[in-house]
T-cell receptor, first 112, second 114 residues
Framework: EAGVAQSPRYKIIEKRQSVAFWCNPI?????LYWYQQILGQGPKLLIQ????????DSQLPKDRFSAERLKGVDSTLKIQPAKLEDSAVYLC??????????FGPGTRLTVT | QQQVKQSPQSLIVQKGGISIINCAYE??????FPWYQQFPGKGPALLIA?????SEKKEGRFTISFNKSAKQFSLHIMDSQPGDSATYFC?????????????FGTGTQLKVEL
């Protein structure tokens, strides 16, 4: 079974630029999550989708972050404009059972 | 109320020894407690999990001990091996409308020395 795929793996941008991350969940997984993991910290949930509907986006900085999940499969997370404090690893996870989340390898973002 | 506190921040154990990582939570609405293992450059991977109606769960060399009254839980790694060197995160989960929400601890960097 293929795992959660994410791209790109690494991205370096300057502050105020825009960036987008892509996630392809495990086939059949209805729930998709985006997490932000700052160096030395645990992952923090940004947004959760159930199929293509948003379940929880309470911790998503909506003034600069947006996410969508078209057709209930792939998802993109966008940051516009980026700030220095957005430097982190962005993790995508998916699940079909409510409690078991499978994580992708993440995208490491560096904002200079 | 949503925090999960984890200690120690880092841990060095000799090969064959026991690694112990502790976590504590505040919110009694949490009802599922997984542990994740993360290697550099990889995403976290589910290692073992426990529900609060059980005081202990063992899978191979990994054991979770759970103390509901103290709101604490811990991971024990028996016969620790160099391949266990990774960052370990405890987490706590609760049901939310349409899904479940994971709150992670801050992580413990484990190094197992030969």
């Amino acid at each position: 079974e293929a795992g959660v795929a994410q791209s790109p793996r690494y991205k370096i941008i300057e502050k105020r630029q825009s960036v987008a991350f892509w996630c392809n969940p495990i086939s059949g997984h209805a729930t998709l999550y985006w997490y932000q993991q700052i160096l030395g910290q645990g992952p923090k949930l940004l947004i959760q989708f159930q199929n293509n509907g948003v379940v929880d986006d309470s911790q998503l900085p909506k003034d600069r972050f947006s996410a969508e999940r078209l057709k209930g499969v792939d998802s993109t997370l966008k940051i516009q404009p980026a700030k220095l404090e957005d430097s982190a690893v962005y993790l995508c996870a998916s699940s079909w059972q409510p409690r078991e989340q499978y994580f992708g390898p993440g995208t490491r973002l560096t904002v200079t | 109320q949503q925090q999960v506190k984890q200690s120690p921040q880092s841990l060095i154990v000799q090969k064959g020894g026991i690694s112990i990582i502790n976590c504590a939570y505040e919110n009694t609405a949490f009802d599922y407690f997984p542990w994740y293992q993360q290697f550099p450059g990889k995403g976290p991977a589910l290692l073992i999990a426990i529900r609060p109606d059980v005081s202990e769960k063992k899978e191979g060399r990994f054991t979770i001990s759970f103390n509901k009254s103290a709101k604490q839980f811990s991971l024990h790694i028996m016969d620790s091996q160099p391949g266990d060197s990774a960052t370990y995160f405890c987490a706590a989960s609760m049901e939310t409308g349409g899904g479940n929400k994971l709150t992670f601890g801050t992580g413990t960097q484990l190094k197992v020395e030969l």
